[in-house]
């Protein structure tokens, strides 16, 4: 089984940053696209952003500008820079891994999440 490690949530007030890691396993991480989800309470978890194992980044449209994703493959791990934070950005935030493999075989791991909270 593969762990991904998130770390770097907490509360902060509206307007305020944040910077989340998560850590995956080596022999997996260079290959990986990897991404970050949220699911606040009462919602569908939802897409922040994802990078490829390439470094091409994607962004759900109420996050562009805010937020940025980057990924350090000789440390293993993504980061999520969140500013201008808003208090509905408050919810517990997933990283996930993904790839596809030979006979389109997918592989698809998830962090236990870290919970972030904006105060208004």
């Known amino acids: 089984q593969v762990q991904l490690v998130e770390s770097g949530g907490g509360l902060v007030q509206a307007g305020g940053s944040l910077k989340l890691s998560c850590v995956a396993p080596?022999?997996?991480?260079?290959?990986?696209?990897m991404g970050w989800y949220r699911q606040a309470p009462g919602k569908q978890r939802e897409l922040v952003a994802t990078i490829t194992s390439r470094g091409n980044t994607n962004y759900a449209d109420s996050e562009k500008g805010r937020f940025t994703i980057s990924r350090d493959n000789t440390k293993n791990t993504v980061y999520l820079q969140m500013n201008s934070l808003k208090p509905e950005d408050t919810a517990v935030y997933y990283c996930?891994?993904?790839?596809?493999?030979?006979?389109?075989?997918?592989?698809?791991?998830w962090g236990q999440g870290t919970q972030v909270t904006v105060s208004s």
């Open positions: 996930n891994a993904f790839y596809v493999g030979p006979g389109a075989r997918a592989y698809d791991y």
């Open positions: 080596g022999s997996i991480f260079s290959v990986y696209d």
